[in-house]
């Protein structure tokens, strides 16, 4: 059964930076998709960042030139490296994997202070 196990959420000042990391199991990591969705309170959730098996990223036109979406194939980890945030970037933050079907992680809480 896959799995996947977020960390990395926090609180920061606009313009600092955080880390995401997403942690899956389950046997099936290394030929999917895999990203991130956020959402923020009264809106829907929206892919902030999505790389493939092959390395080929996209990125919501909100986050570009911002953020960076990387993975290890070795530690089944994808990552999001997340600068110079704002205050509108604050959301939760969910791990997604796409193999047949979507899979979810529990959410990690990213609050941006003005």
């Known amino acids: 059964q896959v799995q996947l196990v977020e960390s990395g959420g926090g609180l920061v000042q606009s313009g600092g930076s955080l880390r995401l990391s997403c942690a899956a199991s389950g046997g099936i990591f290394r030929f999917n998709t895999m990203g991130w969705h956020r959402q923020a309170p009264g809106k829907q959730r929206e892919l902030v960042a999505g790389i493939n098996s092959g390395g080929s990223t996209n990125y919501a036109d909100s986050v570009k030139g911002r953020f960076t979406i990387s993975r290890d194939h070795v530690k089944n980890t994808v990552y999001l490296q997340m600068n110079s945030l704002k205050p509108e970037d604050t959301a939760v933050y969910y791990c997604?994997?796409?193999?047949?079907?979507?899979?979810w992680g529990q959410g990690t809480q990213v609050t941006v202070s003005s």
């Open positions: 997604w994997l796409l193999y047949g079907r979507d899979y």
